[in-house]
């Protein structure tokens, strides 16, 4: 799920962060997932030998210790099902809990194979369907609750933050700028979560264009300050880092020039063999 554009790497856990503030201490009975209560988010990065990085949607710890795997589709994949297990079973391995894995898709799938057998291996999702919930009629419905000045409550945000996978007469891309702005022109205190959330939800289906809009909607708000923030102390990080280096590296040629030998300036510096000799080459051509 990395989005390409200003939010990425780091800053995409300022993303997490901001999703896990927005559904901790609830549930998401209101997709029919009638689960224990959501008590975090986990960490989705799951290494692996033969890719640098997999990430899964989202992974929930629940009151019940067990994890709830979700993932969001505005499609349904040939190798969705295989990719899912995969996943399922690396969460298994790294937390080893419990973990039903639940897709949800978006208005626009009628329906979608839910288990996967390959001879010993099976695995079964729970397929959820928003082909049901009328985004339009919703979106209407809290719009007209901001132009009244009456805050969204909690389920309301919850909606909001579906709304791009709801079924509607706008594309998912639409929708998802809609209940963005939708969510920043509320009162509600967690607004900027569920701009954070909706961001999060909507990453894996949006082109570059839709996500840059999004990221606009940002602004001014409690998550814009976290990567400002988030910005700010890896500057002052990979600031520190180059001066270090570059203290070594000034070291390293004073030593050569005193005479001493490349071996013994690695060790003492803690560079390279491979920097010193080049050092070592530079200060003699």
Not at 41 to 66: G, S, Y
């Amino acid at each position: 799920m990395g989005l390409k554009t200003q939010i990425s790497g780091h800053n995409k856990d300022i993303i997490m962060k901001a999703t896990a503030e927005m559904f901790k201490d609830g549930t998401l009975e209101m997709l029919g997932l009638k689960t224990a209560r959501i008590v975090d988010i986990m960490p989705t990065v799951l290494p692996v030998v033969e890719a640098a990085e997999k990430r899964v949607d989202f992974v929930f710890l629940l009151e019940d210790e067990t994890l709830l795997h979700l993932e969001f589709q505005a499609t349904v994949p040939e190798d969705l099902l295989r990719r899912v297990a995969f996943y399922g079973a690396r969460i298994v391995e790294r937390h080893n809990r419990d973990v039903n894995t639940a897709i949800i898709y978006s208005g626009r799938i009628e329906n979608a194979p839910d288990q996967l057998q390959k001879g010993s291996l099976t695995y079964k999702a729970t397929n959820v369907y928003l082909k049901n919930m009328d985004g339009d009629m919703e979106y209407n419905r809290m719009k007209a609750k901001n132009e009244q000045g009456e805050a969204l409550d909690e389920t309301d945000l919850q909606k909001l933050i579906f709304l791009p996978l709801m079924k509607s007469k706008q594309p998912e891309t639409e929708m998802a700028i809609q209940a963005a702005e939708l969510a920043k022109a509320s009162k509600n205190k967690h607004t900027s979560f569920a701009i954070g959330a909706i961001v999060a939800i909507t990453d894996k289906f949006l082109p570059e264009e839709y996500k840059k809009r999004l990221l606009e909607v940002l602004r001014m708000t409690q998550i814009e300050q976290w990567l400002r923030e988030e910005g700010r102390e890896e500057g002052l990080k990979e600031g520190e880092l180059k001066g270090k280096l570059e203290g070594k590296l000034e070291a390293a040629k004073n030593a050569l020039l005193e005479g001493l030998e490349p071996q013994t300036v690695a060790k003492i510096t803690g560079l390279p063999l491979e920097t010193i000799q080049k050092i070592k080459a530079e200060i003699l051509s």
